[in-house]
């Protein structure tokens, strides 16, 4: 008769859970994406100065997605694990678990938003009425200057056409100076943190488009961002 296995002791306990942490890490690139993330507004949090309140709910926020995303992982492990052969069960499992992944996300960023539009609007809108009182028109003029940077940039570089691939992105370019422009050209405080907040995620959905398509590299489309929203602002800037 085989001895009885020993129980972990704490300190094993422990371990074990860090490696379990410390895998999702390595292994998992949304793990780090998340951790990331959570780094970033936690530093932005104490520099802001939210209370203790606010700090507590964003704390449990970015724990609930961090949970989530490793019950994720090993929910897909253990089915990898179960099963050899494509299977729907398998296959809905898994997209249940990356629901939960989504909504706790979704949960986590309406949270960030409320504790931080009101801090972040007031400054922002103060730094951005002394960048700018210049008239919505100038939208217009700083896309055409971005496009024709962007065509000028990849005529000297040689890569690439005006609307595919090369140095910079021209749609990633064009994209941020929309989200610029529209910061700029409105003078509603109480609405501009929320339209800006919406053209960036466009913004960046768009950029997300043109690398996980292999159109441009990250670099690129980093470039073509930086451009674009650069070029808006020094039409603002310059233009009396």
């Known amino acids: 008769m085989s001895a009885r296995r020993r129980a972990p002791s704490i ?9 379990g942490i410390i895998h999702v890490l390595r292994t998992q690139r949304n793990m780090r994406i998340h951790f990331a993330v959570a780094a970033v507004v936690l530093v932005a949090a104490l520099a ?23 019950v994720n992982t090993a929910v897909e492990g253990a089915i ?7 299977d729907p069960m398998a296959k809905l ?24 539009s009101g801090r972040v609007a007031s400054s922002s809108s103060r730094l951005l009425d002394r960048l700018s009182n210049a008239p919505a028109e100038l939208t217009l003029l700083a896309l055409v200057l971005t496009i024709l940077v962007v065509i000028a940039t990849k005529a000297l570089t040689g890569r690439g056409t005006p609307l595919r691939g090369g140095l910079p992105s021209g ?5 941020f100076a929309g989200w610029m422009a529209i910061t700029l050209a409105l003078h509603d405080s109480g609405r501009r943190f929320l339209v800006s907040s919406i053209a960036l995620i466009m913004a960046l959905l768009v950029v997300q488009t043109r690398v996980e398509s292999g159109v441009h590299t990250a670099l690129e489309a980093l470039y073509g961002a930086l451009l674009g929203a650069l070029v808006t602002l020094a039409v603002f800037q310059l233009t009396p």
């Open 93 to 116: 499992a898994k997209d249940i678990a990356a629901g939960a992944v989504l909504i706790a996300s979704a949960v986590a960023v309406a949270v960030g938003y409320l504790v931080f």
């Open 48 to 70: 802001v100065g939210v209370e203790k309140l606010e700090l507590i709910v964003l704390m449990l926020a970015i724990a609930f997605v961090l949970i989530t995303e490793m």
């Open 11 to 19: 300190l094993e306990s422990f371990n074990f859970a860090f490696e």
């Open 80 to 86: 990898d694990v179960a099963t050899t052969s494509f």
């Open 171 to 175: 749609h990633a370019a064009i994209a």
